[in-house]
């Protein structure tokens, strides 16, 4: 099993809709969690750091499970810039990062 | 937020040859990282650069073939050695933020061995 997985997708969602992505992780002590946004041939950008409580930054909301191990990420009134392949991050208790896979959106007019 | 620089920003290279890479990272950070990423794959991390001593590599990466330094704390490089086709690739350098323990990348390097 790996470390941390996400759907590869791609998840193909028209314009104005709302999508949510998963992010499983196995290690039960990490400590930090992330998503990050990597456009086609450019380098992944943080997009938010992920909250115990719940984090929203506009369209954007993050939400961590602790105890089933899971991360979200929903987005609301998705738009054609939304597209992008999204990274879920891990950090364990040694500050070792983990990376998912990514999971591909692609919005549609 | 970390602004990282990387040059060159892409490098066309004959087998056999060896590319430099720079990194320069304009705050404070703790850790800086080295990644590959082949086209529409995921991030691979090569070695974890440590300030003032030899890189810690992942498996499947060793030191003759990337070495890596670190002179100080804002500063990396990465060399890519003897390459050969299978090495064309983005490299990607990383750093956390030592404030707000964010990771930053640069916009890597686009390596084509020929």
């Known amino acids: 099993r790996k470390e941390v997985e996400q759907d590869p997708g791609p998840f193909n969602v028209p314009e104005g809709a709302t999508v949510a992505f998963n992010c499983t992780y196995s290690?039960?002590?990490?400590?930090?969690f992330f998503w990050y946004r990597q456009d086609c041939r450019k380098e992944p950008k943080l997009l938010m750091s992920?909250?115990?409580?719940?984090n929203e930054d506009g369209r954007f909301t993050a939400q961590l499970n602790r105890a089933s191990q899971y991360i979200s990420l929903l987005i609301r009134d998705s738009k054609l810039s939304d597209s992008a392949t999204y990274l879920c991050v891990v950090r364990s208790s040694n500050y070792q990062l983990i990376w998912g896979a990514g999971t591909k959106l692609i919005i549609k007019p | 937020s970390a602004v990282i620089s990387q040059k060159p920003s892409r490098d066309i290279c004959q087998r056999g040859t060896s590319l430099t890479i720079q990194c320069q990272v304009d705050s404070q950070v703790t850790m800086m990282f080295w990644y590959r990423q082949q086209p529409g794959q995921s991030l691979t991390l090569i070695a974890t650069?440590?300030?003032?001593?030899?890189?810690?590599?992942e498996s499947g990466f060793v030191i003759d073939k990337f070495p890596i330094s670190r002179p100080n704390l804002t500063f990396s490089t990465l060399t890519v050695s003897n390459m050969s086709p299978e090495d064309s690739s983005i490299y990607l350098c990383?750093?956390?933020?030592?404030?707000?323990?964010?990771?930053?990348f640069g916009p890597g390097t686009r390596l084509t061995v020929t």
């Open positions: 992920v909250y115990s409580s719940g």
């Open positions: 290690n039960s002590a990490s400590q930090s």
């Open positions: 650069a440590n300030q003032g001593s030899e890189a810690t590599y």
């Open positions: 990383s750093a956390v933020s030592t404030l707000s323990y964010e990771q930053y």
